[in-house]
């Protein structure tokens, strides 16, 4: 039997990522190194929501320019992987059976929360992969639950790739902030403080955060926190080791964290 697969969430930043953060690339990279070889890839983004966990049958997804205003450099990456339409149906299959009510779509591609972060892990795009939405207005509760769902994918060879925010307050942002620049405490401060939750598996301590000092500021919506909770979900009783690349512009904590079973 395989051994079981690990799961990832990646701190996705600004959609420039692979133009700008070159310390959060270089991690991503070598998750992507240390990791086993995965038969597919399930992709959990902040940037698909829908009414309900949404997998994509695409067999060869598109690549997705989400964004406006970036450098002409960043419209012309491609992340040409193939599709994995046996994956979202499992994925559908095993949320039906936990009570959870999804669906499939027929020809959704990969957005930059998907393609970005995929692109410096598996760089030669030939592992399939296939994108999950969020649901919306599910909260943290109904993420956990969705994550559990999918748990026994991990079995399966499949590798779950949750792609959000450990910070997201644009107010946070400072644009001409290089990558050296102290990060701005706030940000720092929820920054560690999800780190004690997680290493310390204070799993309600963290679906409560936006009753912790800082909580709502670093996420005035949530769709960018959710991603976590479905990689928490998933990962079940293995705790994560925390990688701290740099922070971009000063306020987005790019934080990642790897489950992997002992």
Not at 111 to 119: E, I, M, R
Request: net charge negative.
């Amino acid at each position: 039997m395989a051994a079981r697969m690990p799961v990832v969430f990646v701190s996705h930043g600004s959609p420039d990522a692979l133009l700008n953060a070159h310390d959060a690339v270089a991690c991503w990279g070598e998750i992507g190194r240390a990791l086993p070889e995965p038969t597919a890839i399930l992709a959990v983004s902040a940037h698909w929501e829908a009414r309900s966990p949404t997998a994509s049958l695409a067999g060869a997804p598109a690549t997705i320019h989400d964004f406006y205003g970036f450098p002409q450099a960043l419209y012309r990456m491609r992340y040409p992987a193939p599709g994995a339409p046996a994956l979202a149906e499992r994925a559908v299959a095993l949320l039906a059976d936990a009570g959870i009510a999804a669906g499939l779509h027929p020809d959704r591609g990969l957005d930059h929360g998907a393609w970005v972060p995929l692109s410096a892990m598996f760089p030669d795009a030939d592992v399939p992969v296939t994108q999950l939405s969020l649901q919306h207005d599910g909260g943290p509760a109904a993420h956990l639950a969705f994550g559990r769902a999918l748990a026994p994918l991990r079995d399966e060879g499949v590798l779950i790739v949750a792609s959000g925010a450990i910070t997201h307050n644009f107010d946070w942002i400072d644009r001409v902030a290089g990558p050296e620049t102290t990060p701005l405490p706030e940000a720092a401060r929820f920054a560690d403080w999800v780190g004690e939750c997680l290493i310390a598996q204070d799993i309600d301590g963290l679906a409560g955060y936006r009753r912790e000092p800082g909580g709502a500021k670093a996420h005035p919506s949530e769709e960018h926190f959710l991603p976590l909770f479905a990689a928490v979900g998933a990962a079940g009783d293995d705790v994560p080791r925390r990688l701290r690349p740099n922070f971009a512009y000063r306020g987005l904590a790019m934080d990642a964290y790897v489950w992997a079973a002992a």
